[in-house]
Antibody, heavy 121, light 107 residues
């Protein structure tokens, strides 16, 4: 049984950074990669980035290049997403998800519960 | 980047109706198209992967079809639990883009 447990809600001021964690159980991080997706209020799902097995590196959405860093601690089975230079438009719920790259396809099969991040002065 | 256009953005339906949601990609992606259900305050849930494969535990009233650039999610016999948002997502290449979403609400 795969389970992703995310860290709790955050409130930040503009210009600050936030680091959200995602502990994966039921799989090791050598077996799956963790990606990050966010949903701003009233908006749809937006992919931020993750480790791409085919590319062999972490890929970030152009929109977040230079502001987001995704890392993994394979020893503890925890993935992290750090977003810097926060602005009010970064207020959103941030999700981690396991990404499968298999012969049967590439998809997000398990998701964390979401971490609300609020950016306000 | 591959653009994903989903339609309609919302629809109203009754319990028992058949619902069809479509997704079109800007480039051919084979069958690398996935569908998710998302309810407010909950984690998104994978319904269909690689265009037509039903994820384990998902009711058989959900089905997917298509290839190339045009894809469809069909819910045959809408149930009360199905009122939610639905998103398609292309799994062909990075960035892993989502469609804009479809809100399925009660008529």
């Amino acid at each position: 049984q795969v389970h992703l447990e995310q860290s709790g809600a955050e409130v930040k001021k503009p210009g600050a950074s936030v680091k959200v964690s995602c502990k994966v159980s039921g799989h090791t991080l050598t077996e799956v990669s963790v990606h990050w997706v966010r949903q701003a209020p009233g908006e749809g799902l937006e992919w931020m980035g993750g480790f791409d097995l085919e590319e062999g590196e972490t890929i970030y959405a152009q929109k977040f290049q230079g502001r987001v860093t995704i890392t993994e601690d394979t020893f503890t089975g925890t993935a992290y997403m750090e977003l810097s230079s926060l602005r009010s438009q970064d207020t959103a719920v941030y999700y981690c998800a396991t990404h499968r790259e298999l012969l049967s396809g590439n998809y997000f099969d398990y998701w964390g519960q979401g971490t609300p991040v609020s950016v306000s002065s | 980047d591959i653009q994903v256009t989903q339609s309609p953005s919302s629809l109203s339906a009754s319990v028992g109706d058949r619902v069809i949601i479509t997704c079109r990609t800007s480039q051919t992606i084979g069958r690398h198209l996935n569908w998710y259900q998302h309810k407010p305050g909950k984690a998104p849930k994978l319904l269909i992967y690689t265009a037509s494969y039903l994820q384990s535990g998902v009711p058989s009233r959900f089905s997917g079809s298509g290839s190339g650039t045009d894809f469809t999610l069909t819910i045959s016999g809408l149930q009360p639990d199905d009122f939610a948002y639905y998103y398609c997502q292309q799994g062909d290449s990075s960035p892993r883009t989502f469609g804009q979403g479809t809100k399925v609400e009660l008529k």
